[in-house]
């Protein structure tokens, strides 16, 4: 089960940093990413970190800002959202799956084992 945190209110050009922690089970074995949903679209894949993290994927929209790294031994996944602005408002989701970095990060529309529940980032202007 993965459980993400530390979303809330922040204004344009702060920052956050959100966890995901995960329970009942180890992280090691999978690759991981961060999604974001707007309301009324669909889910997209913004960070990936493959399961040593010697690999990540970053998309264009976040690009410079936001980045993704994990720490096994505390069997995290971490967002850190710098120089945040207005557009970023969205839920946030993290997400595990089994199989390889491309298939978590790029045909997640296939669906993904493990979803956390998501948390409410909103940047103010």
């Known amino acids: 089960q993965l459980q993400a945190s530390g979303g809330g209110l922040v204004q344009s050009g702060g920052s956050l940093r959100l966890s995901c922690a995960a329970s009942g089970s180890t992280l090691d074995d999978y690759p991981l990413g961060w999604f974001r949903q707007y309301p009324g679209k669909e889910r997209e894949n913004i960070l990936c970190?493959?399961?040593?993290?010697?690999?990540?994927y970053t998309a264009d929209s976040v690009l410079g800002r936001f980045t993704i790294s994990r720490d096994n031994a505390e069997n995290t996944v971490y967002l850190q959202m710098n120089s945040l602005k207005p557009e970023d408002t969205a839920v946030y989701y993290c997400?595990?799956?089994?199989?390889?970095?491309?298939?978590?990060?790029?045909?997640?529309?296939?669906?993904?084992?493990?979803w956390g529940k998501g948390t409410l980032v909103t940047v103010s202007s």
């Open positions: 997400a595990a799956h089994p199989g390889g970095f491309e298939r978590l990060c790029f045909q997640h529309k296939y669906g993904l084992d493990y």
């Open positions: 970190i493959s399961r040593t993290g010697d690999r990540t």
